[in-house]
């Protein structure tokens, strides 16, 4: 496992073409709405609909915004092929035609990527018709929630490294597809690399990766006998002495012994992938600063989660390779968020279902901090609505313009601006906020300027 050197740019995502229309990744129930609304003429009203949560999984602290700029070329690359319209023979014809000549021409609005959000943030913003909105419901939840649930996982792994590199190496737990987007938001999250090639070429993600145990079992003597050292000397050869090797395919003392003999104290890392890896950590860096080899860095693997990351503070790990865990959410595969109607012709609407209340009305958000930068609030008032702000605190305004009239807007989209800014947004949360144990969220939601909701 090699280091990940930081790019000085990565891909803007919404520069890779999506040469599949989106349309049918969609549940057949939005489709049956838009049939049934273009012939009771509700079709065409004007309306607001949100994407949110109404409570972070797992009682965590925080949650990260990812997969906004893929969400935004999803909606541009809405459009029903002829094929899709054929199969879906429940359609009415009006229907049909509709779709055959559908494009969203509405507005959007909403958090930048790599943004932090909590219960009720009003994460997007759709405008339009209802016709042309509903139907985009499954898409944006889909990506929202697959790729937020790993950004938050990744957030909470890179606060337990303390500073140490995180590669992400989960392809062969998850979706191929699944696997390049993971990738992505883990990135956004502040992990170093990606073992996916498809994802460091989509997204210029630096990539990192060496040898696995089946290269060092392919190397047998003529008996047969496994021959651990000729497997580091071919590696070496290949990859120079700045390779990883990871050493514990059998005894790892050994392991450690053997590439130090054949690489010499220049070795750039070795990786252990199973065992205590705080007891073996301390063994191996012991091992290699008696033969002298102080710069050759411990990387550990092994079903690694936040907790396991953390339990390791204080221990030689200089690095860490994560799969399993970061591209299943560790523990929470969805982030929660949900995309209701909020708003019919400018009139609030809300559900008034037991454990699921709503304020209705379309909304914008500010993050309200002290003097020193702390973040006290999330503040969250009507659009277009003039709020009284308190004078000793400052604001930053979190919803921006993201589409108009169905175009993308220019924006924040690179994903290094997006690392950067979760990384910046992070800071600004209390000590209690960082907590890796469930709790109270970093900081409190507050509506401002909205009646009560309904129970």
């Keep these: 496992m090699n280091d990940a050197p930081t790019p000085s740019s990565v891909s803007d995502a919404r520069t890779q073409t999506c040469h599949e229309s989106t349309a049918f990744l969609t549940d057949m129930y939005e489709l049956t709405m838009l049939d049934a609304a273009l012939q009771d003429g509700t079709a065409h009203r004007a309306c607001a609909f949100e994407v949110f949560t109404r409570r972070l999984p797992a009682e965590r602290r925080y949650g990260v915004v990812a997969g906004t700029a893929r969400v935004i070329d999803a909606i541009s690359h809405f459009r029903f092929t002829d094929e899709q319209i054929d199969n879906a023979e429940f359609l009415s014809d009006v229907a049909k035609d509709y779709l055959r000549n559908y494009s969203f021409t509405g507005d959007v609005d909403g958090y930048r990527e790599g943004d932090l959000y909590f219960p009720y943030s009003p994460i997007l913003t759709v405008r339009g018709t209802f016709a ?213 012709e400018g009139h609030p609407v809300s559900k008034r279902s037991s454990g699921k209340r709503t304020y209705g009305g379309a909304k914008t958000a500010a993050r309200a901090y002290r003097a020193s930068g702390v973040a006290v609030s999330e503040v969250i008032s009507p659009a277009g609505a003039e709020i009284e702000r308190k004078a000793h605190l400052d604001y930053r305004e979190l919803t921006v313009p993201m589409i108009r009239e169905g175009q993308p807007v220019d924006g924040p989209f690179d994903l290094n601006d997006a690392r950067e800014l979760h990384r910046e947004a992070r800071t600004t949360l209390p000590w209690e906020g960082l907590a890796l144990s469930k709790g109270d969220v970093a900081i409190p939601t507050q509506f401002v300027g909205f009646p009560e909701p309904a129970e």
């Design 132 to 344: 042309e909105c509903v139907i985009l419901e499954t898409v944006i939840l889909s990506i929202f929630n697959s790729d937020s649930a790993v950004a938050s996982a990744a957030s909470r792994m890179v606060l337990a490294a303390d500073g140490r590199p995180i590669i992400e190496m989960g392809s062969r737990r998850t979706h191929e597809q699944s696997a390049v987007t993971s990738a992505r938001a883990t990135y956004i999250a502040g992990f170093d690399a990606t073992s996916n090639m498809e994802a460091s070429l989509r997204y210029g993600i630096p990539a990192s990766g060496t040898a696995a145990h089946a290269w060092t079992l392919l190397h047998v003597d003529e008996d047969g006998v496994p021959d651990e050292k000729a497997a580091f000397k071919a590696q070496i050869e290949a990859a120079g002495v700045g390779t990883t090797l990871l050493v514990d395919t059998f005894d790892i003392t050994k392991g450690v012994e053997n590439a130090l003999e054949v690489a010499g104290t220049e070795l750039g890392a070795v990786r252990i992938d199973s065992g205590d890896l705080g007891i073996m950590s301390r063994r191996v860096r012991a091992q290699l600063d008696e033969a002298g080899a102080f710069n050759t860095r411990i990387i550990v693997s092994s079903d690694l989660d936040e907790f396991a990351i953390a339990g390791l503070r204080g221990d030689p790990v200089d690095g860490f390779g994560v799969g399993t865990s970061v591209v299943t959410g560790s523990g929470a595969p969805t982030a929660g968020l949900v995309y209701k109607l909020v708003e019919v």
